[in-house]
């Protein structure tokens, strides 16, 4: 092979191999959604405040405010 095809073989799959990497955090970073609701404690139905909504399998949430209520806002990355 010459050296110009070389070359280009070379920065052909370095480009692949960026793509693959960085792809799925584009992804990712696309993903937008709400979540929102009511915490209640389940014998008197008084709102609980403070309490912290969690998304399971992640770090993200929320903290309840005075009514019980909360709500969560995921805006994309970019």
Not at 3 to 28: E, N, Y
Not at 62 to 72: K, L, M, P, Q, S
């Amino acid at each position: 092979m010459s050296t110009k095809k070389t070359s280009r073989l070379f920065t052909a799959l370095w480009c692949m191999v960026l793509s693959v990497l960085l792809l799925p955090g584009t992804l990712q970073s696309a993903t937008v959604g709400k979540l929102a609701g009511k915490v209640t404690d389940q014998s008197t139905g008084e709102p609980i405040i403070g309490a912290n909504v969690i998304i399971q399998g992640t770090s993200l949430g929320a903290a309840t405010d005075v009514d019980g209520d909360f709500f969560y806002h995921q805006y994309p990355a970019w």
